[in-house]
């Protein structure tokens, strides 16, 4: 999954960035809420985190803007003030959830995974695809009984797919919501990774991960 960050306070952002990373995901940061904007017209987010306190436009503005344009892409909004009026005005905007810093890193993670079940595609924490069972929270991965050890982009990777069950994704679409803006486009990191899925989750029959020719990839149950 690719998350947005838009943070001011370098230090925080940084921190953010590199915990949110360490977990699987793929993750871009700007600083102000122009750049955010610009950012959500050239690329594909699963998900916003976006402070209220931003160099304009503020990160009210910025969602405000987002749900305008017609981008339902969740946001999670930050903010350093806990008064009632300041989260009506940020779910008023288009905010699907609001954290109070300061905060557990573990409350961030946990309300992205929730967002994302939100997504009318998912709705459960835990993913089945034939004998594979995915734990969205955990990050642990099964096949039948067998526990499956992958890195964390080996497993963001094969949660993206897993979320698309049954549907071609082309590697243009796996690079915008797996990798993050640095991608190479002419490197062959794709397909490595696929490779080393398929050594860890398809070492018998049935094989689930299907390659389809100048089209991409496909996760089968």
Not at 72 to 96: F, I, Q, W
Not at 101 to 109: G, I, N
Not at 205 to 210: D, F, K, N, R, T
């Amino acid at each position: 999954m690719r998350l947005l960050v838009v943070e001011d306070d370098a230090r925080l952002a940084d921190v953010l960035m590199r915990g949110l990373r360490e977990a699987g995901y793929a993750v871009d940061s700007v600083h102000d809420g122009k750049s955010a904007l610009y950012q959500l017209t050239i690329n594909n987010y699963d998900a916003v985190i976006l402070d209220v306190m931003i160099p304009p436009p503020d990160g009210l503005e910025v969602c405000r803007q987002m749900r305008t344009a017609g981008l339902s892409t969740p946001v999670l909004m930050l903010t350093a003030r806990d008064a009632l009026d300041d989260r009506v005005h940020g779910l008023d905007a288009g905010a699907d959830d609001y954290l109070v810093k300061p905060f557990a890193f573990e409350e961030l993670l946990a309300r992205i995974r929730a967002l994302m079940r939100r997504v009318p595609v998912v709705t459960a924490p835990t993913l089945h695809v034939g004998d594979l069972t995915i734990d969205t929270a955990s990050h642990r991965v099964f096949r039948e009984e067998d526990e499956i050890v992958l890195t964390s982009k080996e497993y963001a990777l094969l949660e993206y797919m897993a979320r698309n069950v049954g549907r071609v994704i082309s590697r243009e679409e796996i690079a915008e919501h797996v990798w993050d803006e640095n991608f190479d486009p002419f490197s062959n990191i794709i397909e490595v990774y696929v490779n080393r899925l398929r050594r860890k989750i398809d070492r018998a029959e049935p094989y689930h991960i299907v390659t389809r020719r100048n089209e991409g990839y496909m996760l089968r149950n």
